[in-house]
Nanobody, 123 residues
């Protein structure tokens, strides 16, 4: 049974930083690209970032470029999202998602989702 468990969310002031983690189990983590997707209150899902199965390729949404960094630890079955210079517009529930294959993408489908972790950026 696939499980994706996010952690690390919380409340932070504008300009602050957070690192999200997603612990994966129930599948061969090193064979799948992983993604972060977010959803603000009353808004649709918004793709944030992707990382290939071997970590060599990463993609970011335009709003995340230069501020967010995705990484993974295949030995520990964990994917991370470091978020710097946070803005109030970054307030959302952040979800970790499993891609069907090894390649990072900017579009496409997900095969599994976590339960999400809330990030709130407010002064």
């Amino acid at each position: 049974q696939v499980q994706l468990v996010e952690s690390g969310g919380g409340s932070v002031q504008p300009g602050g930083s957070l690192t999200l983690s997603c612990a994966a189990s129930g599948f061969t983590f090193s064979r799948h690209a992983m993604s972060w997707v977010r959803q603000g209150a009353g808004k649709g899902l918004e793709w944030v970032s992707d990382i290939a199965s071997d970590g060599t390729t990463t993609y970011y949404a335009e709003f995340a470029e230069g501020r967010f960094n995705i990484s993974r630890d295949n030995a520990g079955n964990t994917v991370y999202l470091l978020m710097d210079f946070l803005k109030p517009s970054d307030t959302a529930v952040y979800y970790c998602a499993q891609r069907p294959g090894p390649f990072a993408e900017k579009v496409g489908d997900f095969v599994s989702w976590g339960q999400g972790t809330q990030v709130t950026v407010s002064s």
